[in-house]
């Protein structure tokens, strides 16, 4: 079918018969036949193709040729032409769908059907339409699915878990089998397969099947989250709780969405200890699937009995300063619950003075824990257990001794005083107490440590007084002891420590390091070139210590420039030495005045003067006097005479000044010679006016 137009097919040969001795035959086609597809040379009978042929249209063709003579009357003949169209294989197979998704249950058995795949071919023939199936599946590492190869049946090749694999992508051929293996053609279908889920997995409980909860909790109180799993999806996987057994007398109730276990009443220990309830846990599957469990609630005692003591009110006394383990009283208190709850242990809850005494647990008795002050505490509480307890008060008469230092209300002080306190200043007022009474509680004051004469206090009041002028820059904090004392030799005086800080006040002024600089600078240097750094220190601290710089005169044309911070001198303008050498004071010295000021209130200052010398650069050339020199000599002078002098001037300076001449040119003939350092030129050959009327030389001073 693929054979071009225009190409012959075949000739007609004219059989052995009266036609054939006469060799003009005319060939034709009748016209009643299907004859567009071919044509027929009418002189030679070739056969051609008109039009190309499809095999799936028209597979084979019958043709009528009729075959005349040219004798007159004409004679003709009749051939019938059978043409078949052989396949050639130009159809792709199709599939009717791009993309296909196909859901199954997961609980199928290997080898069930899963789908039928039904793929086209254009072809006519057999082979060339004839279709074999293959499969490829992606991301999985066995072969879920098979397909055969003939009818396009998909089934299942292994058991299937939704858990595991929710579903396959996996990539359906057809191909054509074409005896040719080259020409075969093929089409490809994505599919995708959807497990679909199955109620097969069963609730697993998650949470412990042990709780535990006090006695005296109040209904609604939360004992336990019941919590269970379910792999399965959507309705399979919902899980909600029930109570099955042990719960006959509706102590808890149980959330079923939840799964939170409350209490329903008042639990009572006493009376049931223990509940042993029977839990499930139930999907929402069809059918539904579920698991128990025992869970066990354990009823923990509350001590709900009080105990009681005896008495209400003990009273006794006890002496002060008795050493340690005095026996004060023994108290003794009853209790009503059983068990360990009715074990009573006694203590002495936290409060003023408490720590001075101690309880022993078991009996009741009461001994001191430290020597005892009046002074401090004359009344103390004896408590019982702070969860279930019973209180009794104990009241103690202490008589007073000389048994209490002087004690200063803070162990030690800092305060800040400026240096320019004048002598004979209160600078603080210390005060201690002593709760002794009369004689044992008067209070002395003395200072002990070196003070370096600059305090003292007063005895009685401990007014702490300046004895001085105080420097900072000479010391700046002192710190010594300050003592109370009373009249008891028995006891350790009480001590604080004083620490005295000294503040600056700005009474020193900023000092050169030198009052008079000398310096000096190469002229044509550009702005900004640093000359030199002066320093000036202050002793004094903070702002008052701050040290910046100016120019205070000498710097009217704003040539310089000074670093306010660092003190560095430097070039404001380009320098020119022939202007000036140096800049001073006054206008015949040019110095310049620096000021250092420091940033205290007021601020004070000083000054120093710098000499500043500008060195000179050879960037100048020599001037003649005179641009042209005319000289009119006689031919008769004698040779070394004195023609003439030349001069020239430099406004550089030393060495940069000193001028050296030289006849560059016109003096070809050597008649005349200049001295290189004066300028002076004489004549060193005879002139003749004949033979050279004029010498034009040039001369070069550098």
């Known amino acids: 079918e693929n054979f071009k137009p225009g190409q012959v097919l075949d000739s007609l040969k004219v059989p052995g018969n009266h036609l054939a001795d006469n060799r003009k035959l005319h060939f034709s086609i009748a016209k009643d036949d299907d004859n567009v597809h071919f044509e027929i040379d009418s002189l030679t009978g070739d056969l051609?193709?008109?039009?190309?042929?499809?095999?799936?249209?028209d597979s084979h063709f019958l043709l009528q040729v009729i075959i005349k003579d040219c004798n007159n009357p004409p004679q003709n003949s009749t051939v019938f032409l059978s043409i078949d169209v052989e396949d050639k294989n130009d159809h792709s197979p199709y599939f009717q769908d791009d993309f296909v998704v196909i859901g199954i249950e997961e609980n199928v058995p290997v080898g069930t059907l899963v789908y039928t795949f039904n793929a086209k071919d254009g072809d006519g023939g057999f082979l060339n339409s004839k279709i074999e199936y293959s499969l490829e599946i992606s991301s999985m590492s066995e072969d879920t699915f098979l397909i055969h190869p003939l009818y396009g049946s998909l089934t299942t090749a292994c058991p299937l878990d939704r858990e595991i694999t929710h579903s396959v992508i996996l990539t359906v051929f057809a191909e054509d089998q074409a005896i040719n293996l080259t020409e075969r053609r093929l089409d490809s279908l994505a599919v995708k397969i959807v497990i679909l889920d199955i109620n097969?997995?069963?609730?697993?409980?998650?949470?412990?099947?042990?709780?535990?909860?006090?006695?005296?909790?109040?209904?609604?109180?939360?004992v336990h989250h019941i919590m269970a799993k379910d792999p399965d999806e959507g309705r399979n996987g919902q899980v909600t709780y029930h109570i099955l057994s042990g719960n006959e007398n509706k102590a808890f109730v149980l959330d079923k969405i939840t799964g939170l276990l409350t209490t329903a009443q008042l639990l009572d220990h006493e009376v049931q200890e223990r509940y042993s309830l029977t839990v499930m846990a139930l999907d929402d599957g069809s059918p539904a699937l579920s698991a128990t469990q025992v869970l066990t609630v354990l009823v923990v005692d509350v001590n709900d009995e009080t105990p009681v003591f005896l008495k209400q009110l003990y009273k006794t006394a006890v002496h002060e300063n008795q050493d340690p383990g005095e026996f004060v009283i023994k108290v003794e208190a009853v209790d009503q619950d059983a068990g360990l709850n009715s074990l009573l242990q006694y203590e002495i809850l936290p409060g003023a003075g408490y720590e001075k005494f101690k309880m022993n647990s078991d009996s009741g008795e009461l001994v001191t824990a430290a020597s005892l002050?009046?002074?401090?505490?004359?009344?103390?509480?004896?408590?019982?257990?702070?969860?279930?307890?019973?209180?009794?008060?104990?009241?103690?008469?202490?008589?007073?001794e000389n048994d209490n230092s002087p004690l200063f209300a803070k162990t030690q002080y800092q305060i800040s005083v400026t240096e320019d306190l004048e002598e004979g200043s209160a600078i603080l007022d210390l005060s201690a107490s002593d709760d002794d009474d009369g004689l044992n509680g008067e209070v002395m004051y003395s200072l002990i440590d070196d003070t370096?004469?600059?305090?003292?206090?007063?005895?009685?009041?401990?007014?702490?007084?300046?004895?001085?002028?105080?420097?900072?820059?000479?010391?700046?904090?002192?710190?010594?002891?300050?003592?109370?004392?009373?009249c008891s030799t028995h006891f350790p005086r009480s001590t604080t420590i004083m620490t005295v800080l000294i503040q600056d006040v700005n009474d020193n002024v900023p000092k050169f390091e030198?009052?008079?600089?000398?310096?000096?600078?190469?002229?044509?240097?550009?702005?900004?070139?640093?000359?030199?750094?002066?320093?000036?220190?202050?002793?004094?601290?903070?702002?008052?210590?701050?040290?910046?710089?100016?120019?205070?005169?000498?710097?009217?044309?704003a040539t310089f420039l000074i670093d306010s911070a660092r003190g560095i001198l430097a070039t404001n303008t380009a320098l020119d030495y022939e202007n000036t050498s140096s800049y001073r004071f006054v206008s015949a010295s040019h110095q310049l005045v620096l000021l250092a000021s420091d940033r205290g209130t007021p601020s004070l200052n000083s000054t120093a003067t710098v000499?500043?010398?500008?060195?000179?650069?050879?960037?100048?050339?020599?001037?003649?006097?005179?641009?042209?020199?005319?000289?009119?000599?006689?031919?008769?002078?004698?040779?070394?005479?004195?023609?003439?002098?030349?001069?020239?001037?430099?406004?550089?300076?030393?060495?940069?000044?000193?001028?050296?001449?030289?006849?560059?040119?016109?003096?070809?003939?050597?008649?005349?010679?200049?001295?290189?350092?004066?300028?002076?030129?004489?004549?060193t050959k005879t002139l003749d006016y004949e033979d050279i009327m004029k010498f034009t030389l040039i001369i070069q001073a550098t």
């Open 48 to 57: 051609y193709l008109s039009k190309e042929l499809d095999y799936e249209i």
């Open 373 to 400: 002050d009046r002074e401090t505490q004359e009344v103390f509480s004896i408590k019982g257990s702070p969860s279930r307890s019973s209180t009794a008060q104990l009241y103690l008469t202490v008589l007073d």
């Open 200 to 222: 097969d997995n069963s609730p697993s409980f998650t949470s412990l099947p042990l709780s535990y909860v006090m006695e005296d909790v109040e209904v609604g109180f939360l």
């Open 452 to 486: 370096y004469g600059a305090f003292a206090i007063d005895i009685f009041t401990g007014s702490i007084i300046t004895t001085k002028a105080l420097d900072r820059e000479t010391k700046s904090q002192y710190t010594f002891r300050a003592v109370a004392s009373d």
């Open 514 to 557: 030198q009052s008079y600089y000398k310096a000096s600078v190469w002229e044509g240097q550009s702005p900004k070139t640093d000359i030199i750094q002066v320093f000036a220190t202050d002793l004094d601290s903070g702002l008052n210590g701050e040290t910046e710089y100016s120019i205070l005169s000498g710097n009217e044309n």
């Open 611 to 683: 000499l500043i010398t500008v060195l000179d650069v050879n960037d100048n050339p020599p001037v003649f006097s005179s641009p042209e020199y005319h000289v009119h000599v006689k031919e008769s002078i004698p040779i070394g005479s004195h023609i003439t002098e030349v001069s020239a001037k430099d406004c550089d300076a030393g060495i940069n000044a000193g001028i050296t001449y030289a006849i560059i040119s016109g003096n070809d003939r050597g008649h005349f010679y200049l001295d290189g350092r004066t300028g002076s030129i004489n004549l």
